[in-house]
């Protein structure tokens, strides 16, 4: 059998409300689990009236726990919308409460419109640009602990220590 996946956005349809895309998405995951699919991805997207779910990773935790072998992760997690150590431990955490079963896509589009976007990454140190590239750095620097010594996060440890980020998956190219 070819390996399929499904890369879910939680469609909202004229007769669907967006709460019901959800439930929806719960219910396709656990039929594909059922019939061998391998890999059930949701994505990010945000301000979009068709898209009811802009938080992957509480998605892919509400479906981990309703099925048995597929593997669920993000398709993907917009990097620069999150702090590094948010993405680290939510994904931590998943991969405590579903060991090998996680990964983790990580993009760098906004998934949504200027304004959105600006709202979601509006910071107290107002970098501004594209810091796809710092923040992944970061977030690897979660996992393996070497931020330098003298570095403000050196003794912040990403929660459940003992427990690893699950595999990290880069999306597309903008």
């Given at each position: 059998?070819?390996?399929?996946?499904?890369?879910?956005?939680?469609?909202?349809?004229?007769?669907?409300?967006?709460?019901?895309a959800?439930r929806?998405?719960?219910?396709?995951?656990?039929h594909?689990?059922?019939?061998?699919?391998?890999?059930?991805?949701?994505?990010e997207?945000?301000?979009?009236?068709?898209?009811?779910s802009?938080?992957p990773?509480?998605?892919?935790?509400?479906i981990?726990?309703v099925?048995?072998?597929?593997?669920?992760?993000s398709?993907?997690?917009?990097?620069?919308?999150?702090?590094?150590?948010?993405?680290a431990?939510r994904?931590?955490?998943?991969?405590?409460?579903?060991?090998?079963?996680?990964?983790?896509?990580?993009?760098?589009?906004?998934?949504t419109?200027?304004?959105?976007?600006?709202a979601?990454?509006?910071?107290?140190?107002?970098?501004?640009?594209?810091d796809?590239?710092?923040?992944l750095?970061?977030?690897?620097?979660?996992e393996?602990?070497?931020?330098?010594a003298?570095?403000?996060?050196?003794?912040?440890?990403?929660?459940?220590d003992d427990?690893?980020?699950?595999?990290?998956?880069?999306?597309?190219?903008?």
């Open positions: 059998m070819i390996p399929l996946s499904v890369l879910d956005l939680s469609v909202v349809t004229t007769g669907t409300k967006p709460a019901a959800l929806n998405s719960i219910d396709l995951a656990r594909v689990d059922g019939l061998g699919y391998v890999r059930y991805w949701l994505a997207h945000h301000n979009l009236a068709s898209v009811a802009p938080a990773d509480l998605m892919i935790g509400q981990a726990a099925t048995q072998h597929i593997r669920v992760g398709g993907g997690v917009m990097l620069p919308n999150h702090a590094p150590l948010v993405v431990e994904f931590k955490m998943l991969e405590a409460l579903f060991p090998g079963r996680i990964d983790l896509g990580l993009g760098r589009a906004p998934g419109d200027c304004a959105t976007a600006y979601l990454r509006s910071r107290l140190d107002r970098r501004e640009g594209d796809f590239l710092e923040r750095h970061e977030l690897t620097l979660w393996t602990r070497d931020f330098p003298g570095h403000p996060y050196h003794n912040v440890v990403a929660m459940p427990s690893p980020l699950p595999p990290i998956w880069l999306l597309g190219s903008s």
